[in-house]
């Protein structure tokens, strides 16, 4: 089984420039996250899609960062302008997502090698 | 107060000793546990996962959960250097429609040779 893709896997851009990452999920995956990992942090989570609609954004600085999910399948992120502090790996992570009766296959969830992006 | 603390570490171990790795957390709402395993540039992976209180074993890895006390713990059996990585722990609340994981900073661990 593929496992989740991300690219590119390295970027350094100057602030104020824009960044994008591009991220495919594991086939049959509905749920779809977007991560930031600053060094020496645990992930936080930028926004949840379900399919093609978002479930949660509320952590999105929405100012500067925007993501799409087009089709319920591939994902982008997107920075503009970037500003020093966004430096941080970005994970793509997917899921089967919500099932009734819950269970590991539900929750767990399967992430990329990440983007690590370095604002200059 | 963080929801989700754990130590960062680092951690140093020899070979062959026994790991304890631990979280605590704040919010009673939790109730799935889990430990993630993550290489230098890599993606976290899923090592164990607990529902509620209680103790799961897999092989060298044993997953603690007590809910009373709000602490989780994850300890490595007969550590091997293939087990230098960062641990982290996440928790969710179990809710229709998300799985939404809180992580804490995790733990850098070093198992010496």
């Known amino acids: 089984e593929a496992g989740v893709a991300q690219s590119p896997r390295y970027k350094i851009i100057e602030k104020r420039q824009s960044v994008a990452f591009w991220c495919n999920p594991i086939?049959?995956?509905?749920?779809l996250y977007w991560y930031q990992q600053i060094l020496g942090q645990g992930p936080k989570l930028l926004i949840q899609?379900?399919?093609?609609?978002?479930?949660?954004d509320s952590q999105l600085p929405k100012d500067r960062f925007s993501a799409e999910r087009l089709k319920g399948v591939d994902s982008t992120l997107k920075i503009q302008p970037a500003k020093l502090e966004d430096s941080a790996v970005y994970l793509c992570a997917s899921s089967f997502g919500w099932r009734r009766g819950g269970g590991r296959g539900s929750y767990e969830q399967y992430f990329g090698p990440g983007t690590r992006l370095t604002v200059t | 107060q963080k929801e989700v603390e754990q130590d960062p570490g680092p951690l140093s171990v020899p070979e062959g000793a026994i790991v304890s790795l631990n979280c605590t957390y704040s919010?009673?709402?939790?109730?799935?546990f889990m430990w993630y395993r993550q290489y230098s540039r890599k993606g976290p992976e899923l090592l164990m996962y607990?529902?509620?209180?209680g103790n799961k074993e897999d092989g060298r890895f044993t997953a603690q959960v007590d809910k009373s006390s709000k602490y989780i713990s994850l300890f490595i059996r007969d550590s091997q250097p293939s087990d230098s990585a960062t641990y982290l722990c996440?928790?969710?609340?179990?809710?229709?429609?998300?799985?939404?994981?809180?992580f804490g900073k995790g733990t850098k661990l070093s198992v010496i040779p």
């Open positions: 919010n009673s709402a939790f109730q799935y």
């Open positions: 607990t529902y509620s209180s």
């Open positions: 899609f379900q399919n093609n609609g978002v479930v949660d």
């Open positions: 086939s049959g995956h509905a749920t």
């Open positions: 996440a928790m969710t609340r179990a809710g229709a429609g998300s799985y939404q994981l809180t």
